[in-house]
């Protein structure tokens, strides 16, 4: 059993397709948790529809009060869901056929070399439509020139990892049970893949599961440009606080991290180096630069690399 967490909020535009390409499936046995964050368009009715025509696969959680953002919304479902195995899926985007076969496969792989016991999350590359679903880039990794390799000190200051391609085991999950920090997470699928690097592992399907639909409305960051140079124009647009602001956002989701997890760190070289990411960015400028090189702890790609010796 594949256990779906689908974030909705005024998805009318787009939630229709993204149901009926898991409906559409090779892999049936799944099961759809849809949290509602206070749609006032059609999406319930939608949602009810397709609870109608999945009678034994679809539960409907509509939040009230409304949680707010994406990340409270997931993290709540992943929290009152239940199964060995956890996908999430935006309300915009349109999975493959294959998408849950293909995750569940490499998922089983690692678990059966590694266990069930420690945390494992497998994510793919996607292919990026604009919102009619007409293709921009047939690879999201190339298209955002973000690295398949995931790194700790890399992953600190930069997530490589796409929410709406992931999967987690049940042990993975028992980490987001416990009190946790939810000011200092950035979102649910970061903190997730800090938690597979730093106590278990991650996998990599080297194929586009879904299509990645980009526009200007949704809910859990769509509409992004992310090419190099269009990155390079907006940051520079947004200037130096903004950048900062980002900066000291992902210091602050490590000291969280490490606060939460620290007695559970078994390897001192990662937890010193966790501890002095989330501390730095208090020590000055010229320590902060040090630390970079230092540690290598910079981000993918020659723009982002000068934007973060700049003003980082």
């Not at 999950?173 to 690097?197: E, N, R, T, V």
């Not at 509409?223 to 520079?236: E, H, K, P, T």
């Amino acid at each position: 059993m594949v256990t779906i967490l689908l974030a909705t909020l005024n998805g009318e535009d787009y939630l229709k397709a993204q149901l009926e390409s898991i409906a559409a499936q090779t892999y049936g046995n799944w099961q759809l948790v849809a949290g509602d964050d206070g749609s006032t368009d059609r999406t319930l009715d939608i949602l009810k529809e397709f609870e109608k025509q999945h009678p034994n696969q679809v539960t409907i959680m509509e939040n009230d009060p409304p949680m707010g953002s994406a990340k409270d919304n997931f993290i709540n479902l992943l929290r009152n869901s239940y199964g060995p195995h956890f996908m999430f899926c935006d309300q915009d985007d349109v999975w493959k056929p294959d998408k849950i076969y293909l995750t569940l496969q490499k998922m089983e792989a690692l678990e059966t070399r590694y266990g069930d016991k420690i945390p494992i999350l497998v994510h793919s590359d996607l292919s990026v439509t604009d919102e009619n679903l007409e293709m921009i880039a047939e690879s999201f990794f190339q298209y955002a020139n973000i690295p398949k390799r995931i790194l700790l000190n890399q992953l600190m200051v930069q997530n490589s990892v796409t929410g709406c391609t992931m999967m987690i085991n049940r042990c993975l999950q028992q980490y987001f049970l416990q009190p946790l920090p939810i000011s200092d997470i950035i979102m649910h699928d970061y903190w997730a893949a800090l938690i597979a690097k730093v106590f278990g592992k991650i996998g990599f399907v080297n194929e586009p599961t879904m299509y990645y639909r980009q526009h200007g409305h949704g809910s859990s960051g769509k509409g992004r440009n992310v090419g190099d140079a269009i990155f390079f124009y907006r940051r520079w647009k947004e200037g130096k606080h903004s950048y900062r602001r980002l900066m000291i956002e992902s210091m602050e989701q490590i000291r969280g991290f490490t606060e939460t997890y620290g007695d559970d760190i078994h390897s001192l070289d990662t937890y010193e180096l966790l501890k002095a990411y989330g501390e730095l960015y208090y020590k000055g400028k010229i320590r902060r630069l040090a630390f970079y090189k230092n540690y290598h702890v910079l981000k993918e790609g020659k723009i982002r690399q000068f934007l973060q010796w700049l003003w980082g």
